[in-house]
């Protein structure tokens, strides 16, 4: 690899985890709140659950750790979809880049994030899921919360952006 490929990875790398510990902790420590919609869904339904000592456990810890633990899961499928785009063309700025994507690229980049969302929304499937224990333990993002994920995942995807800026003012090449 080359290393203003690296330099980009890295970036990525810290601006994502940057924005995922600011979101997870806004959330987890109660600062951006729960409301009624993230509520709903299988947590409504299936709280406790049994550990293997026969005692009740509180999965997730709370809906606080669930919010959360969703929220992050989210912004990690939307930069890491987003990133595929932003370097499949990687000495071209995003937007010229996508100009010879075609649907079968679209699909393959974006199947995980569609299949996150559907789990996320159609709660019997994780109800299903969860009946022979596989416990995915996401809840409903509303609309507002949908807005921060996008926006804290395009935040990687941009600092991207910003070194291939860089590198070709430098005359540098991925």
């Known amino acids: 690899m080359s290393r203003p490929l690296i330099i980009a990875l890295l970036v990525f790398s810290v601006s994502l985890a940057v924005s995922l510990l600011t979101v997870y902790f806004l959330y987890f420590n ?8 993230n509520e709903g869904g299988i947590y409504s339904d299936i709280i406790l659950r049994t550990n293997g000592a ?12 669930a919010k959360a ?3 992050l899961l989210t912004i990690i499928y939307i930069a890491e979809s987003i990133l595929v785009l ?3 063309r990687v000495n071209k700025c995003f937007r010229d880049g996508q100009r010879d994507v075609n649907r079968t690229v ?3 980049v974006f199947t995980g994030l569609i299949i996150h969302m559907v789990l996320m929304y159609f709660s019997p499937i994780q109800k299903g899921l969860s009946n022979i224990g596989v416990n995915l333990e996401l809840i409903r993002l509303s609309f507002p919360d949908l807005l921060l994920t996008v ?3 395009l935040l990687p995807v941009l600092a991207v952006e910003i070194v291939k800026i860089v590198m070709r003012k430098k005359n540098r090449e991925f």
Not at 30 to 37: E, H, I, R, V
Not at 55 to 64: F, K, T
């Open 151 to 153: 926006f804290a995942g």
């Open 30 to 37: 109660d600062t951006l709140a729960m409301n009624s919609f």
């Open 69 to 71: 633990r969703t929220m």
């Open 106 to 108: 679209l699909i393959s």
């Open 54 to 65: 026969g005692n009740d456990v509180l999965l997730p810890e709370s809906y606080l750790q």
């Open 86 to 88: 932003s370097v499949r």
